[in-house]
């Protein structure tokens, strides 16, 4: 079974569980402080994912990194996760219990990537446009790159709308080259 079916499985019980002991919510904020702290510490995930370390040495140091800030339930999760020798998808298994999390509560993760920081209005007209299109609560993140030149380029989910100055221009490049292309045949 591939690790992204095992993680699956063990975010979607991880739900049922977490709602059960209604701390759906906590847990949820648990599990996204676990991916950004992993994000941030790449020797911890490779620690987690590495073979070698003994499964009572992963589960100290995710004792130590995160009791106090995480619910004793979440802390219980990853021994479990640990001791079932799961420890390599722990990162996965996090990230899909937030999708899945997300999806259950109509949550829409778009981002946006424009030439320069956007403005309030633009900002908040972005997030009424994805609301409007896909019925749920949004959650928007910022980006800048100045190589757009203008416009912007928003995503949301698997689908990307492309209004940047330089997408127009590689746009506009492509056709001419396959127009010439064609005219030489």
Same mark, same amino acid.
């Given at each position: 079974m591939s690790e992204f079916k095992v993680a699956t499985r063990y975010a979607k019980s991880l739900i049922d569980l977490a709602e059960e002991q209604n701390l759906l919510e906590q847990i949820k904020n648990d599990l996204s402080l676990f991916v950004q702290t992993l994000?941030?510490?790449?020797?911890?995930?490779?620690?987690?994912?590495?073979? $070698? %370390? #003994?499964?009572?040495?992963? *589960?100290?140091?995710l004792n130590q990194v995160f009791t106090g800030k995480v619910q004793p339930a979440t802390i219980?999760?990853?021994?479990?996760?640990?001791?079932?020798?799961?420890?390599?998808i722990l990162f996965d298994t996090a990230k899909e219990f937030v999708e899945q999390y997300n999806l259950k509560k109509h949550i829409v993760k778009a981002? $946006? %990537? #424009?030439?320069?920081?956007? *403005?309030?209005?633009?900002?908040?007209?972005?997030?009424?446009?994805?609301?409007?299109?896909?019925?749920?609560?949004?959650?928007?993140?910022?980006k800048v790159d100045p190589g757009l030149i203008g416009g912007f380029v928003l995503?949301?989910?698997?689908?990307?709308?492309?209004?940047?100055?330089?997408?127009?221009?590689t746009k506009l490049k492509k056709e001419f080259e396959h127009k010439t292309a064609a005219e030489l045949v």
């Open positions: 994000r941030a510490n790449s020797l911890l995930a490779a620690v987690l994912r590495n073979p $070698i %370390v #003994s499964p009572q040495k992963k *589960s100290a140091i219980s999760f990853f021994k479990i996760m640990v001791d079932k020798m799961r420890s390599e981002v $946006i %990537v #424009s030439a320069v920081p956007l *403005s309030e209005s633009n900002r908040l007209e972005a997030m009424a446009e994805v609301k409007a299109a896909t019925a749920g609560d949004v959650v928007l993140e910022e995503t949301v989910g698997d689908r990307q709308f492309d209004t940047s100055i330089s997408g127009t221009l």
